[in-house]
Structures are given as C-alpha cells and as structure tokens.
Nanobody, 124 residues
Framework: QVQLVESGGGLVQTGGSLRLSCAAS????????MGWFRQAPGKEREFVAA????????FYTNSVKGRFTISRDNAENTVYLQMNNLKPEDTAVYYC?????????????????WGQGTQVTVSS
C-alpha cells in the first residue's frame, strides 16, 4: 500500500505560480512512477504530468508544457509540480498518483494509488 498526501494548492492570480507537493509513504518510493492529474468541475480527470522512478524521464500534457515542471526527491519520498504562468483554465483539484507497473503514463487506470487532491484556483 502507498499513502499519498498532496499540499501546496491555493488561490493565485493569472500569471502567478504555485508549487504542489505530494508526500508518499508505505512502499519504496523510488520504485514508483509518479503522476499528477487534475479535475475541473463538471469535467473528467485528466493527465497533467508524470515522472519515471529515477526522475530521468518526464511527460507533460500539451497545455502545460513550458509552464509546469514535475520533479521528485527520492530521499524525501516526495514529488513536486512547479506551476508557473498559471491561467484560469488551470483551475482544478490536482491529484497525485502512483504506479508500480505502468502501462500508459496518461491513463488514470494505470495508477493504483491516489491522493485526496488539493484545490488550485486561478483568478482572472
């Protein structure tokens, strides 16, 4: 079992920045692929970013490329999502997810473990 706890969400103006953190416990963190997803009101949960177990490979959805950066610290069992130049359309609940045997980094069903989510609101 893996427990994931997100933090760092909040209210920010357009163009601002936030850094989300996800602390993991319960299993060897460095063996897990980690991802961030988001869900806006009335919409499906969508993929945002993912990072390989070593941190050497990252993936992003097109809408956040160049603005968001995913990283991890295996010594601290934590994955981060640095979000810059935020836009109102980034408003959503952001979820951290973990996969021990990933089939597709973009698919929700690839991830076995999920956090409770943290709200990000970008005002215009």
């Amino acid at each position: 079992q893996v427990q994931l706890v997100e933090s760092g969400g909040g209210l920010v103006q357009t163009g601002g920045s936030l850094r989300l953190s996800c602390a993991a416990s319960g299993r060897t963190f460095s063996s897990l692929v980690m991802g961030w997803f988001r869900q806006a009101p009335g919409k499906e949960r969508e993929f945002v970013a993912a990072i390989s177990w070593s941190g050497g490979t990252t993936f992003y959805t097109n809408s956040v490329k160049g603005r968001f950066t995913i990283s991890r610290d295996n010594a601290e069992n934590t994955v981060y999502l640095q979000m810059n130049n935020l836009k109102p359309e980034d408003t959503a609940v952001y979820y951290c997810a973990a996969a021990s045997n990933l089939s597709s980094y973009q698919k929700k069903t690839s991830y076995e473990y999920w956090g409770q989510g943290t709200q990000v609101t970008v005002s215009s």
